[in-house]
T-cell receptor
């Protein structure tokens, strides 16, 4: 059973426009969410995170929105740049007792077209 | 220094070989991880070291043997692997350990691309 779902395996966006990557989760115990970006042949790179006590976190061109009632989060990239082309992984963690790991979604491949 | 360094970058080994993957970080992070990633799949957690002690083993076969010689180094010893073990092996570290381990972002190395023949 996949607890973190990224239902779009790929997304193409024109340079300068907004990219919206979506992520859904099923485990209501998740209370911290992270986005990672991965280029081919490299390890994932942390992008931005959000705690469940917030509904929005912004860092430059990247904004993450969290809707706890819908168990949904999204990453907005504005404006999109060709260098943003990569695979984006959503990850979640449960800081409750005994829980140590990040649960990753399957990733969404973003292609930004010049 | 915000890097996690993994060596080697590529490794081809036979099923009877013994080899080791190495990982190093100098950020003072208290938690270190091994992940395995197959093509078009998300990273899967294998082991977690918290304060140099093994705290999580995600039911990984004994042909994979982790070792944490000190707070900066993490090794993964490989012995009698199978072709299906071929994957990208990622090392990561994070500032927090213990119950706070999921609260801080993990820094990943570039990975070792392992091929078992």
């Amino acid at each position: 059973d996949q607890q973190v779902k990224q239902n779009s395996p790929s997304l193409s966006v024109q340079e300068g426009r907004i990219s919206i990557l979506n992520c859904d989760y099923t485990n209501s115990m998740f209370d911290y969410f992270l986005w990672y970006k991965k280029y081919p042949a490299e390890g994932p790179t942390f992008l931005i995170s959000i705690s469940s006590i917030k509904d929005k976190n912004e860092d430059g061109r990247f904004t993450v929105f969290l809707n706890k009632s819908a168990k949904h989060l999204s990453l907005h990239i504005v404006p999109s740049q060709p260098g943003d082309s990569a695979v984006y992984f959503c990850a979640a963690s449960d800081s409750g007792a005994g829980s140590y790991q990040l649960t990753f979604g399957k990733g969404t491949k973003l292609s930004v077209i010049p | 220094d915000t890097e996690v360094t993994q060596t080697p970058k590529h490794l081809v080994m036979g099923m009877t070989n013994k080899k080791s993957l190495k990982c190093e970080q100098h950020m003072g992070h208290r938690a270190m991880y091994w992940y395995k990633q197959k093509a078009k799949k998300p990273p899967e957690l294998m082991f977690v070291y918290s304060y140099e002690k093994l705290s999580i083993n995600e039911s990984v076969p004994s042909r994979f043997s982790p070792e944490c010689p000190n707070s900066s180094l993490l090794n993964l010893h490989l012995h009698a692997l199978q072709p299906e073990d071929s994957a990208l092996y990622l090392c990561a570290s994070s500032q927090e350990a213990g119950r706070l381990i999921g609260r801080s972002e993990a820094f990943f190395g570039q990975g070792t691309r392992l091929t078992v023949v």
